[in-house]
């Protein structure tokens, strides 16, 4: 018998595993070094060596209006942005110049309001983007797509972005780039974008979308990109910063680190997703990344700490019969509710065994497509038929895809 540790929001479960049972590990290009001992430190580096750019002081004069995109879910989030408000003031730059530019659509609300709790003395917008008072035209895109942004990015001299990069089903790859468009952008715009949601692995080749992003970024000027590097712990594993010139260099880079491949189908998946300031699109990013690399009567199994119980995009979903009629409905959402993560949801689940571990009673887990697992018992007795297992921590900032040459 072989021995599975998993550690499910702070338990210790051990699980027996039959003799010959393979835990099969994804296959990286490249490794996430060690995590940033000094956090401030390797911060301020990087704003002052960017990629093929100059250091950002060279870029601002003291009168500039300066709109900050910060990205509020990153770890470290209150220690990052006062060193960026540090830095800034070093060059003579007026607090009163400073915006802080938000949205509540991208989450970690409780680290939001703490934010403004913690910096009292600087501005702080957040988006609505049904309010069209908060938009400005900025310009048409080749496509013939008009754009709208937050007033605030147009009013600025200087615009610096500050996000962690990732994954997801409208742009292949997120970053600083995504947190100007579509994420600071009007909700007809968001609305559109709903139909070109897609369930196929991203890699480092920019989805249209994503191209557009960029597209986006360069029509606003020269801002400047901060890009979070996390592991599978959720450490900082580095600063990446530029211009949009960048950013093929970034993403290159990125996936090279997340985009994990296995030479074969598995017959199981375990997510492992503690619940320390996650959201319900985490859980189904990570669920539908994990999808892709089951075999077709494979198993997918759910682990999270986190509270599910009061998120809106569950109670969405627990309202339809079928995955197939979320997705079907899904251009007819109402505001109350996360489309990326129920289109996600959805395509994780529909065709699957999927079995969820979290804090839902069981006949709400079963709304929404699963099983309830209650234990460690349960999951032993789960594997033991399971020839290929696969167990990650924190996929949702992964993808995962069977190697099509070492498959054949």
Not at 91 to 118: F, H, P, S, W, Y
Not at 273 to 284: M, V
Request: hydrophobic share 40%; aromatic share 8%.
């Amino acid at each position: 018998m072989s021995l599975l540790e998993i550690q499910p929001d702070g338990e210790n479960w051990s699980i027996q595993l039959p003799e010959g049972t393979s835990i099969t590990e994804p296959v990286f290009a490249k490794v996430y070094g060690a995590s940033i001992s000094d956090v401030v430190e390797a911060f301020r580096e990087s704003l002052d060596h960017p990629i093929r750019f100059e250091p950002l002081y060279r870029a601002l004069t003291p009168d500039d209006r300066i709109t900050i995109v910060f990205d509020a879910s990153i770890p470290h989030a209150d220690v990052l942005l006062g060193e960026l408000k540090k830095y800034l003031l070093l060059r003579e730059i007026d607090v009163g110049a400073l915006t802080i530019l938000m949205n509540r659509e991208a989450g970690a609300m409780e680290q939001q309001v703490a934010l403004q709790k913690n910096f009292p003395e600087l501005k702080f917008e957040i988006l609505d983007p049904t309010d069209r008072t908060q938009m400005a035209y900025l310009a048409t895109t080749q496509k013939g797509r008009r754009v709208y942004l937050h007033r605030s990015l147009l009013d600025a001299d200087q615009v610096i972005l500050v996000a962690h990069r990732g994954y997801d089903c409208l742009l292949g790859q997120t970053g600083a780039e995504s947190n100007i468009f579509p994420l600071m952008s009007d909700s007809e715009t968001k609305l559109a974008l709903r139909k070109q949601l897609r369930a196929d692995c991203p890699s480092s080749e920019p989805w249209p979308i994503l191209e557009e992003a960029r597209e986006v970024a360069w029509l606003l000027g020269i801002p400047f990109l901060v890009h979070v590097f996390l592991d599978s712990n959720d450490q900082i594993t580095a600063f990446k910063t530029g211009i949009a010139e960048s950013l093929p260099d970034i993403a290159e880079e990125f996936d090279e680190l997340s985009h994990g491949k296995l030479a074969s189908p598995v017959d199981a998946f375990v997510v492992n997703l503690p619940g320390n300031q996650k959201e319900f699109r985490d859980l189904a990013q990570a669920a539908l990344s994990a999808s892709r690399v089951l075999e077709p009567a494979g198993c997918l199994i759910l682990l999270t700490g986190m509270t599910l119980s009061g998120e809106e995009s569950v109670k969405r979903i627990a309202g339809y019969s079928s995955p197939r009629e979320a997705l079907k409905k899904l251009p007819e959402l109402e505001e109350s509710g996360d489309p990326q993560a129920i289109f996600c949801w959805a395509q994780a689940v529909q065709n699957r065994r999927v079995y969820l571990y979290s804090d839902l009673d069981a006949p709400m887990t079963e709304s929404l497509f699963a099983t309830k697992l209650e234990n460690s018992a349960q999951l032993e007795r789960l594997l033991q038929s399971m020839q290929q297992i696969t167990v990650w921590n924190n996929p949702q900032q992964y993808v995962f895809e069977v190697d099509s040459a070492s498959s054949k």
